[in-house]
């Protein structure tokens, strides 16, 4: 990742420091005059030599496409992808920070049981005290789970939100927000446990237009060729914030105590929006130092999808599509997986392993330094075997989401059978949240496939579905566990596992690449 981050660095820097003169703004209108007149030639040669599409064929727009763009890690597009990667990565870091706090929260090594604040502990070297509650594994559950109760509530607004206002503002103010409720976190388990739980819902309203505002980005600034690798290139932010979170927050807790977890990253978050509103464009046009080469392929290469969706949407349309539909099932099967993993595993590697706080915070974020990684080299892959034609859209997408979902299901399965071999169930958990990320490259980006000017709403529909995984998963995994540890843990383990080859199974049968007729411009809203 390091070196992923060293070359696009000066992505970044081209937001500052290349200021359009007359000369240049005359400069770059004769490119564009060239660039068309040269798109125009090819497509006349293409055309006398036979070379379009068939009559009544359906064309993959992805494959039907050879861009001459000059792709290149110092373009715009690639700029935006860094500055979209460590979005998210705060935003992660705020979202898990309390599924790592909340072992240090609920110390229940303490000899004496006690709820709310009534006992406090100090940590060594420091003369502050913290809180620590007697929350059972029930109320752990609850209290993680409320976050995604808000988290669903703004997934499809958010998306719609963004597809009329931009997804530059909605995108920032959910993430300033954030930033700011994560700051609260302390004074509101202070005040008890329902304000706690109140807080991580409002928290969850804040995050929930995140990913919705992040597709409709894209849609105006990822060229089809390119649209695997720079998305991923972004989400791998998720992985990578998680596992600093899970990393460091263990640390902080046995530093300076579980509060400056969320004062620190709080306190972060809200820095990094300022740099997210004067960094980030909405789309190409309004770019004021984007190359004219760049804007002219950009634009040229998204022409076939039409712009972004008005007020009404052809809601009746959605929801007959299969293709939709597979897309939803499949992500709300693999949403189970990913999120009881995410907030479950600080709680398994310190009740089942045995961990302490130090080593669950490290071993814990293990698994994500693979899961971030997967994603950048499942996008660069997708994008080769789709510019290389040795696949269809539709093919590739089935291919890494079938990776994605089969090899985490049988890890899952193997790891209730390994006993307490610490060693062994971190590298099996740690392949299975880096396989699973190749599912970035398959369901989680097939709705710009087929539907890219609703792409924002419709990552905001199928994400309220698996956010349903997220606020059932960390709930059942608390009434599996709290009958009976060893056997609690192996069933939530095969639950997963179930639900994946389910969900697999459904998105090979009726899973698409391809525009949906409802979704082309000039179809009449239903």
Same mark, same amino acid.
């Given at each position: ?353 045995? /961990? ?5 915070? @490290?071993?814990?974020?293990?698994? =994500? +330094?693979?899961? !971030?990684? &997967?994603? %950048? ?116 383990? /095969? ?5 994946? @080859?389910?969900?697999?199974?459904? =998105? +090979?049968?009726? !899973?698409? &690449?391809? %525009? ?11």
């Amino acid at each position: 990742m390091p070196g992923v981050t060293a070359r696009l660095l000066p992505c970044l820097l081209t937001f500052d420091i290349r200021f359009p003169t007359g000369l240049n703004i005359i400069l770059r209108r004769s490119r564009q005059q060239r660039c068309r007149q040269e798109r125009m030639q090819c497509h006349v040669d293409n055309t006398q030599a036979g070379d379009g599409p068939e009559a009544g064929q359906d064309e993959d727009p992805l494959l039907a496409q050879q861009p001459s763009s000059r792709t290149g890690l110092w373009s715009a597009r690639c700029g935006l992808a860094l500055v979209l990667h460590v979005s998210l990565f705060v935003a992660y870091t705020l979202r898990v920070s309390l599924s790592i706090a909340i072992v240090a929260m609920t110390n229940s090594s303490h000899p004496h049981g006690w709820s709310g604040s009534a006992l406090r502990s100090s940590y060594p070297g420091f003369a502050q005290d913290v809180p620590v509650y007697n929350w059972s594994a029930e109320t752990q559950g609850i209290i993680l789970s409320s976050f995604f109760y808000g988290y669903g509530l703004t997934q499809a607004l958010g998306g719609y939100c963004s597809g009329l206002f931009g997804g530059k503002p909605v995108l920032g103010s959910g993430l300033l927000l954030s930033s700011v409720l994560t700051l609260l976190v302390p004074r509101a388990a202070e005040l008890g446990m329902s304000f706690l739980i109140g807080l991580q819902v409002l928290l969850g309203l804040a995050e929930g237009v995140i990913f919705p505002a992040q597709y409709t980005l894209w849609a105006k600034w990822a060229p089809p060729l390119e649209r695997s690798r720079l998305m991923n290139i972004a989400d791998a932010g998720c992985t990578f914030g998680t596992f600093f979170a899970l990393l460091v927050a263990g640390i902080i807790c046995q530093s300076l105590g579980w509060p400056f977890v969320f004062y620190i990253f709080g306190g972060v978050g809200c820095a990094w929006c300022l740099s997210w509103f004067l960094l980030v464009y909405e789309d190409p046009a309004h770019h004021p130092w984007i190359s004219a080469e760049e804007q002219e392929y950009i634009e040229s290469s998204l022409a076939h999808q039409g712009s972004s969706h008005g007020r009404s949407l052809p809601l009746v349309a959605m929801a007959k599509s299969l293709p939709l539909w597979a897309i939803t099932i499949a992500c709300f099967c693999t949403d189970w997986l990913f999120y009881m993993l995410l907030t479950s595993m600080p709680t398994f590697m310190s009740n089942v392993l045995h /961990f302490d706080l130090r080593e669950n915070g @490290l071993l814990s974020s293990l698994p =994500y +330094v693979g899961n !971030g990684l &997967g994603h %950048i080299l499942a996008g660069l892959l997708a994008d080769f075997l789709l510019a290389r034609r040795v696949l269809g859209t539709a093919a590739v997408r089935k291919l890494f989401s079938a990776l994605g979902m089969l090899l985490p299901a049988v890890f899952l399965v193997a790891v209730p059978y390994i006993g307490c071999s610490s060693t062994v169930i971190v590298v099996l958990l740690t392949l299975a949240l880096t396989i699973i990320s190749m599912t970035g490259a398959g369901i989680n980006i097939n709705h710009i496939d087929i539907a890219p000017r609703y792409a924002g709403f419709l990552l905001g529909i199928t994400n309220t579905f698996g956010i349903v995984a997220g606020i059932i998963a960390p709930t059942t995994v608390g009434l599996l566990v709290s009958q009976d540890l060893q056997t609690g843990w192996r069933n939530a383990f /095969f639950v997963s596992a179930a639900l994946n @080859l389910f969900g697999l199974i459904f =998105y +090979v049968a009726f !899973g698409s &690449g391809t %525009i949906q007729d409802w979704a082309r411009e000039d179809t009449a809203v239903q």
